[in-house]
């Protein structure tokens, strides 16, 4: 080969991988959600996300800077996912109904990708760089919530839509939905309703 035909070969491949942060952030969710926090290396990330190794070197020199990236990636698409589902309901929807849906629906089908979102949020606990990330998935679900209700029930609903999330994945027993539906109820209706 001559060095005339390097440049041209190289030309030929186009961008390198322009999703490749993503795609490695997503991977990194996955690793988390199958095996938990503890099992978090560079080198299982980079299979998961069929890169090579120094790829995710490249990308986050350490493990808190591809942690960080995981949880700002699963906080975008928790609240994208919460705005999609918000958007899709009828405007004369059933919100205590439609929220227990949403827990199931997180706990059974999306179970990995809230086990590794709660693993991510639980984190920022003990790792002040995480903090803002966890702040912000607060309030942008609080905002969500209130499009449907008011500002104050909207977060008084996010705190319980987290701690039922939170609840759920714990559990290895199947969410009671009507129970989830009586909660929601309750928290929509207030206390007094409960007589």
């Not at 690793?31 to 790829?55: C, F, K, M, N, Y």
Request: glycine fraction near 6%; hydrophobic fraction near 45%.
């Amino acid at each position: 080969m001559t060095t005339s035909e390097v440049p041209a070969k190289r030309r030929q491949r186009g961008p390198t991988d322009p999703d490749r942060r993503g795609r490695i952030a997503r991977a990194a969710i996955k690793v988390i959600g199958e095996q938990g926090v503890d099992a978090l290396t560079h080198r299982r990330v980079a299979a998961a996300a069929e890169v090579p190794l120094g790829s995710t070197t490249y990308h986050f020199a350490t493990l808190d800077d591809l942690i960080a990236a995981a949880l700002q990636h699963a906080a975008d698409r928790s609240v994208a996912q919460l705005r999609e589902w918000e958007r899709a309901l009828p405007p004369d929807a059933d919100l205590a109904e439609a929220l227990a849906d949403f827990v199931v629906d997180s706990v059974s089908v999306n179970r990995g990708d809230t086990m590794a979102e709660y693993n991510l949020y639980a984190l920022a606990l003990h790792r002040p760089r995480l903090r803002k990330a966890a702040v912000d998935w607060d309030r942008a679900l609080a905002d969500v919530l209130s499009e449907r209700t008011d500002p104050v029930t909207g977060r008084m609903l996010g705190v319980l839509l987290c701690g039922l999330l939170m609840q759920a994945v714990l559990s290895d027993e199947p969410e009671d939905r009507a129970q989830l539906v009586t909660l929601l109820r309750r928290a929509l209706d207030g206390g007094a309703a409960a007589g």
